[in-house]
């Protein structure tokens, strides 16, 4: 597609499951990151990948969250155990280079609601 | 550490009014400064951008400029739409950094 696509757009999980959250950044990006938006407050780092590999990870707020990324391409963000502090909206980004240098691409997010 | 504080919203304003969002930041360093829009239903998306101080970004109408002294990136627009109405968010990357800082967003309401 032409800009990156996040899936699903809504996931109501009971508290305790486990989520996976996907992103398809726009080909040939080889930065991509996540982030976490609570209502009311602003944009919080989560993870960023270069290629495969994570070289931040400081912004994953506990062992329950994990990600990764295979080819280049698709990552998947995983909570384990949800709570009801993790409901936000989670934003994939993806830019072809750093983030100082180049724009970065968001998709519409996904909408978490832990109950 | 980095940090971005936006003044809180909503900015209400009647079409063709003056715009001014204010944006300051904390960072180690000269880091690049930006503006991302979210419009409703939309993905954020760049809307400017200045990467060293007295650099000014501007796009549709909006300019920002990246003031070291004050440690400032005011967005500004001489006369706003209804089209404007949007999020926006001020965020910086430091250097030798690969990721944004983002402020907490400003919402915009224009009304006719």
């Known amino acids: 597609g032409a800009g990156v696509s996040q899936s699903p757009s809504n996931k109501v999980t009971e508290k305790g499951k486990d989520v996976e959250l996907r992103c398809d950044p726009i080909?040939?990006?080889?930065?991509l990151y996540w982030y976490r938006q609570r209502l009311g407050q602003g944009l919080e780092f989560l993870i960023y990948f270069q290629g495969n590999s994570a070289p931040d990870k400081s912004g994953l707020p506990s062992d329950r969250f994990s990600a990764e990324r295979t080819g280049e391409s698709v990552s998947t963000l995983t909570i384990q155990r949800t709570q009801q502090e993790d409901s936000a909206v989670y934003l994939c980004a993806s830019s072809f280079g750093q983030a100082m240098n180049t724009e970065a691409f968001f998709g519409q997010g996904t909408r978490l609601t832990v109950v | 550490g980095n940090s971005v504080t936006q003044m809180e919203g909503p900015v209400t304003l009647s079409e063709e009014a003056f715009l001014t969002i204010n944006c300051t930041y904390t960072a180690t360093g000269y880091p690049s400064l930006f503006w991302y829009v979210q419009y409703p239903g939309e993905g954020l998306q760049l809307l400017l951008k200045?990467?060293?101080?007295?650099d000014k970004g501007s796009n549709k109408g909006f300019e920002a400029t990246y003031r070291k002294e004050t440690t400032s990136f005011h967005l500004e627009k001489g006369s706003v739409q209804v089209s404007d109405s949007a999020v926006y968010f001020c965020a910086l990357s430091p250097r030798g950094y690969s990721t944004l800082t983002f402020g907490k967003g400003t919402m915009l309401l224009v009304s006719p």
């Open positions: 200045a990467t060293k101080a007295d």
């Open positions: 080909s040939g990006h080889t930065a």
